[in-house]
Structure formats: structure tokens, C-alpha cells
Nanobody, 124 residues
Framework: QVQLVESGGGLVQTGGSLRLSCAAS????????MGWFRQAPGKEREFVAAITWNVGWTKLADSVKGRFTISRDNSENTVFLQMNNLKAEDTAIYYC????WGIGTPKPDEYDYWGQGTQVTVSS
């Protein structure tokens, strides 16, 4: 079993930055593909970013390209989401997720483990 714990969310003004972290338990973390998703009130969960275990593949949603970066530190069992130039529409609960087969994918149904989420609020 893998447990994921997100941190780093908070309140920030438009144009500001936040760095989200997702700490994972489990000895096989380095084999997992990791993803970040977000869900705003009244909206469906949407893909934000994903990364494979060896950092050979990353993908960002079009809405965050040029502003967000996903990275990981397998030695620390942690994946990061650096968010710059934040906009009001980035306000949401952000979740990290793990695909145990190491498959990088933007589809939430293909992730096996999920964290509890961290709130990001961008004020205009």
C-alpha cells in the first residue's frame, strides 16, 4: 500500500508562486508514475501534470504550460509541482496520484493511489 501526503498549498495573490510537494510511503515509489490533478468547486477533477519514474516523460495540461513544472526526487520519495504566475482559475484542491505500473497518463482512472489533497487559493 502507498500513502501520499500533499503539502504546500495556501493563499496567494495573482501572479504569485507556490510549490506543492507530495511525499509517498512505500519502497517502490521510484517505479511509480506520478500525477497532479485538481478539482475546483462544482467542477470535475482535471489533469494538471504527470511524470514517469525515470523523469523520461513529463506532461503538462495546456492550461498550465509555461507556468507549472513537475519534478520528482526518488531518493526522497517526493514529487513536486512548482506553480508560477498563478491565476484565479488555478484555485482548486490539488491532488497527487500514483500509477503503480509506471505509466504516465493524464487519465485519473488510471491512477491507483491518491492523496487527500491540498487547497490552493489564488486571490485576484
Amino acid at each position: 500500500q502507498v500513502q501520499l501526503v500533499e503539502s504546500g498549498g495556501g493563499l496567494v495573490q495573482t501572479g504569485g508562486s507556490l510549490r506543492l510537494s507530495c511525499a509517498a510511503s512505500g519502497r517502490t515509489f521510484s517505479n511509480y508514475a506520478m500525477g497532479w490533478f485538481r478539482q475546483a468547486p462544482g467542477k470535475e477533477r482535471e489533469f494538471v501534470a504527470a511524470i514517469t519514474w525515470n523523469v523520461g516523460w513529463t506532461k503538462l495540461a495546456d492550461s498550465v504550460k509555461g507556468r507549472f513544472t513537475i519534478s520528482r526526487d526518488n531518493s526522497e520519495n517526493t514529487v513536486f509541482l512548482q506553480m508560477n504566475n498563478l491565476k484565479a482559475e488555478d484555485t482548486a484542491i490539488y491532488y497527487c496520484a500514483a500509477n503503480k505500473w509506471g505509466i504516465g497518463t493524464p487519465k485519473p482512472d488510471e491512477y491507483d493511489y491518491w492523496g487527500q489533497g491540498t487547497q490552493v487559493t489564488v486571490s485576484s
